[in-house]
């Protein structure tokens, strides 16, 4: 349902992702995409998805925008790139303001896992 409009902000999801390996990245959806879309929640469209190791951290399957999302990012193979190389945590706040944050390279937190292991 809400797979359309996932799709048509993809290009700028992709540089927002970019920009957020420096720095905590924020961008203002149009409300009225979503609104336009139906089925409104009561607690209104906010949700988190966290992307760990290439894939999808948490469930969200009773959130239909929220598992839109990941089904569309999950499908495009430059965020797929960047997923598995690092983690990533993507939330949408009420005032359709989704937030961007880079948790950690991958490669890093094995380079850390060794290091625990020698020691």
Do not use: C
């Not at 700028?12 to 409104?40: C, H, M, P, W, Y």
């Not at 706040?93 to 490669?107: G, M, V």
Request: glycine content about 2%; cysteine-free; hydrophobic content about 45%.
């Amino acid at each position: 349902m809400y797979t359309n409009i996932w799709a048509k902000y993809l290009p700028v999801i992709r540089i927002v992702l970019k920009r957020s390996l420096s720095a905590e990245q924020n961008f203002s959806l149009n409300a009225s995409d979503f609104v336009k879309a139906g089925l409104t929640r009561k607690t209104g469209y906010k949700f988190a998805l966290r992307f760990k190791e290439g894939k999808l951290d948490n469930v969200i399957i009773d959130i239909p925008v929220a598992s839109s999302l990941a089904t569309v990012l999950l499908e495009d193979q430059v965020i797929k790139d960047l997923f598995a190389e690092n983690e990533f945590a993507i939330s949408m706040n009420p005032k359709f303001q989704l937030n961007i944050r880079h948790i950690r390279h991958i490669e890093t937190v094995k380079q850390e896992e060794a290091v625990a292991e020698i020691a």
